[in-house]
């Protein structure tokens, strides 16, 4: 990893933006912490990877690259923006929004999580092109849509699962106490109509 000292010393250094090819040298940085011997370059490779060798514990897969660019956002933040001019009386800070922080319901600031996200409807309608295209091309050569729920009985997910994929699931009790699973994947789903 030969860039990587001067990746981290130009963060280090209050930039206004984490660059691209900063971000791509990190990456692999964390690919190669992950599984030494990988010759992969992202993170979401890297993890697609692990996930299917098996017997891989979630605290054994890498971040996902806009979780890990978030964490390098805010150490950017925090390292070069806070620390980097600790000795100005009066230095002139960035928004913590712009780099990985957002403001809670109390105003206290907290790490922006990623996962899902609130779409504008400028990025709605270039989505929705793009699936649309994509439905056609798939009924044009013989697909046929379904729609399946996004939760199931938590009993159905124990008994067509082993018991370590529980790890991978989000419990929830109904109004009705009975105990429900945020689906991961399409798997009973499709069991189920096939």
């Given at each position: 990893m030969p860039n990587l000292g001067n990746v981290f010393s130009h963060l280090s250094h209050a930039p206004p933006e984490v660059?691209?090819?900063?971000?791509?040298?990190?990456?692999?940085?964390?690919?190669?912490?992950?599984?030494?011997?990988?010759?992969?370059?992202?993170?979401?490779?890297a993890r697609k990877q692990l996930?299917?060798?098996?017997?891989?514990?979630?605290?054994?897969?890498?971040?996902?690259?806009?979780a890990l660019r978030q964490h390098v956002k805010r150490a950017v933040f925090q390292a070069g923006h806070i620390w980097g001019q600790?000795?100005?009386?009066?230095p002139?800070?960035?928004?913590?929004?712009?780099?990985?922080?957002?403001k809670n319901t109390d105003d206290v600031w907290h790490p922006f999580?990623?996962?899902?996200?609130?779409?504008s409807p400028q990025e709605m309608?270039?989505?929705?092109?793009?699936?649309?295209?994509?439905?056609?091309?798939?009924?044009?050569?013989?697909a046929e849509t379904i729609d399946t729920p996004l939760?199931?009985?938590?009993?159905?997910?124990?008994?067509?699962?082993?018991?370590?994929?529980s790890r991978l699931m989000y419990y929830v009790n109904d109004q009705g106490n009975e105990s429900?699973?945020?689906?991961?994947?399409?798997?009973?789903?499709?069991k189920r109509i096939f």
């Open positions: 660059a691209t090819d900063d971000m791509d040298n990190i990456e692999r940085f964390f690919v190669v912490l992950y599984r030494r011997t990988s010759s992969l370059k992202k993170v979401n490779e996930l299917t060798q098996g017997n891989r514990h979630l605290e054994n897969i890498p971040p996902t690259k806009e600790f000795q100005i009386a009066n002139e800070l960035p928004l913590p929004s712009d780099w990985g922080w957002e999580w990623t996962g899902s996200r609130n779409y309608v270039l989505a929705e092109r793009i699936f649309q295209t994509m439905e056609r091309f798939f009924k044009l050569h013989g939760f199931e009985l938590k009993e159905t997910f124990v008994q067509n699962f082993e018991p370590e994929y429900v699973s945020l689906r991961f994947d399409l798997t009973v789903s499709l």
